[in-house]
């Protein structure tokens, strides 16, 4: 996979977490509290600026009531 590719799978991954951030109404410091973490790494996950690992993700969708597989899907 090349660096575009996996710039493209983070940039989906991190439009799927703001989405579904923003359909519950959670700021970003409201979900870094839920995970104990920092709202700028929050902020770096949805702009695709970092890449989280696979059990930071999994708090993630635990937080926001999803699928770890949710988050991978392809956006509208």
């Not at 870094?32 to 770096?44: D, K, M, T, V, W």
């Not at 059990?55 to 956006?75: G, N």
């Amino acid at each position: 996979m090349s660096k575009e590719e996996y710039h493209y799978v983070f940039k989906q991954i991190g439009d799927n977490i703001r989405k579904a951030r923003e359909a519950k109404r959670l700021s970003q410091e409201e979900l870094a509290f839920l995970i104990n973490s920092a709202r700028n790494y929050i902020g770096c996950i949805e702009r695709a600026e970092k890449f989280a690992s696979v059990t930071m993700l999994k708090k993630i969708a635990d937080a926001l009531d999803l699928k770890l597989a949710d988050l991978f899907k392809e956006c509208d």
